[in-house]
T-cell receptor
């Protein structure tokens, strides 16, 4: 099956700093999503981005499918950005694809 | 509306108990998923239903029994669980399960005592 690795595994930032999170995947994918998991466990959709670049406020994401990676940019970080960031990709599963999660990046934004 | 609702939010059960987790969505999605997440780990896929039929079972022990009574509801029946089954159980749905965005519920935090 497909392997999905994220880096860095842990990241500590001061409020206001910028950061880049990376997601590498081992095979071609047709779907890639970025999620933020808050301290209560809720997975919040950030981007659905199989390819190209999207922006939503202070967040933006770029997926280069041909080179098998995606990047999530967080600008002017805030303490509320803290939590775990996951990328997830679809892997072929037959009638329905499997959504496979990456290893995650734990982000702590300090005031 | 992109809401997936899971109940209960928290559940404590004994190893001899039978309980059920419930998941509901009204987005017209035809693919629904159960994931299990242990602390400090990514979610791991357990089951996928496509058009109310079980399409993927990731070799999950039989003490976990999924059910999809209709296109809006997904249940996970639990029986004779072990303490190591304690985890966050997440439900998700997507329009077709192929190249479509998935949305997750807030999860059920299960403790087996």
């Amino acid at each position: 099956g497909i392997q999905v690795e994220q880096s860095p595994p842990d990241l500590i930032l001061q409020e206001g700093a910028n950061s880049t999170l990376r997601c590498n995947f081992s095979d071609s994918v047709n779907n890639l999503q970025w999620f933020h998991q808050n301290p209560w466990g809720q997975l919040i959709n950030l981007f659905y981005i199989p390819s190209g670049t999207k922006q939503n406020g202070r967040l933006s994401a770029t997926t280069v499918a041909t080179e098998r990676y995606s990047l999530l940019y967080i600008s002017s970080s805030q303490t509320t950005d803290s939590g775990v960031y996951f990328c997830a990709v679809e892997d072929y599963g037959g009638a329905t694809n499997k959504l496979i999660f990456g290893t995650g990046t734990l982000l702590a934004v300090q005031p | 509306d992109t809401e997936v609702t899971q109940t209960p939010k928290h559940l404590v059960m004994g190893m001899t108990n039978k309980k059920s987790l419930k998941c509901e969505q009204h987005m017209g999605h035809r693919a629904m998923y159960w994931y299990k997440q242990k602390a400090k780990k990514p979610p791991e896929l357990m089951f996928v239903y496509s058009y109310e039929k079980l399409s993927i079972n990731e070799s999950v022990p039989s003490r976990f029994s999924p059910e999809c009574p209709n296109s809006s509801l997904l249940n996970l029946h639990l029986h004779a669980l072990q303490p190591e089954d304690s985890a966050l159980y997440l439900c998700a749905s997507s329009l077709t399960g192929i190249n479509t965005e998935a949305f997750f519920g807030q999860g059920t935090r299960l403790t087996v005592v």
